[in-house]
C-alpha cells in the first residue's frame, strides 16, 4: 500500500528515496478508535498527527461544557501546537470523532528529519502556513457571520463531513445549543437549501 502521508508530501514536494526510506521507518500508522483521545488538557503535545481515515476535534472544555474548535479530517496535520512548540500542557482535548488511521510523526522525529533533511523545513512551512489561512478563515466567520450563515457556510464547503459528526459537537462548533441548531436546520430546510 502506497504511505498516504509520503503521497501528501509529495504532492507539495517531491522526496527523493532517502527522505521516503526515513519516513517508512520513522513514522508508524496506527488506527485508533472512536472517541480516544490523542491528548488530554494539562498533557504536552508530543507529537504532530496526519489523518489518513476519520476526523479528530479540538475542544475546551469550560465550566464542564465541551465547546469544539475545529475538526480535522483526512489529509489535515493536527497537533496543539502550542503545547508541542514550547512544551507546555495544553489547554484543550484532541479526541478521535470515528475510527481513524492516523500516521505519528513524534516530536524526536521531527527535529531528526529537520537535522537530517532541512529542505524539509520549507515543506513544514507550507503546511503551516495552510493551517493559518484556516484559522483565520474560522475566526472571521465568528465575526463577520451568525450561526445560521456559518452552518449554511460549512454545508456548502464539507457536505460529506457533517453527516459524519454528531450534531451536539456540530452545535458546539457554530457556538450554539443542539436545540438551536435543530431550529436552524429546520429553516434551511423551509428555505429549500438543506
Known sequence: MKNPLISYFNSYLELNAEEI???????????????????????????FYF??????????????????????????????????TKQTPAEHYLQTVEKSKI?????????????????MEMLARIIMERELIVYQDILASFITMNAEQRYVELMKKEPQLWQRIPQYHIATYLGVSPETLSRIKNRIRKKGFS
Not at 21 to 44: A, Y
Not at 78 to 84: D, G, I, N, P
Not at 105 to 117: A, L
Open 21 to 47: 526510506n526515513f519516513l517508512d521507518k520513522n513514522v508508524p500508522i496506527i488506527n485508533i478508535e472512536g472517541h480516544h483521545h490523542l491528548l488530554e488538557s494539562g498533557e504536552t503535545a508530543s507529537a
Open 51 to 84: 489523518v489518513i481515515e476519520g476526523i479528530i476535534r479540538m475542544y475546551y472544555l469550560v465550566d464542564g461544557v465541551e465547546k469544539t474548535t475545529f475538526f480535522y479530517k483526512e489529509n489535515d496535520f493536527v497537533s496543539s501546537y502550542e503545547s508541542f
Open 103 to 119: 500516521a505519528v510523526i513524534e516530536d524526536t522525529v521531527v527535529t531528526e528529519i529537520i537535522g537530517k533533511f532541512p529542505r
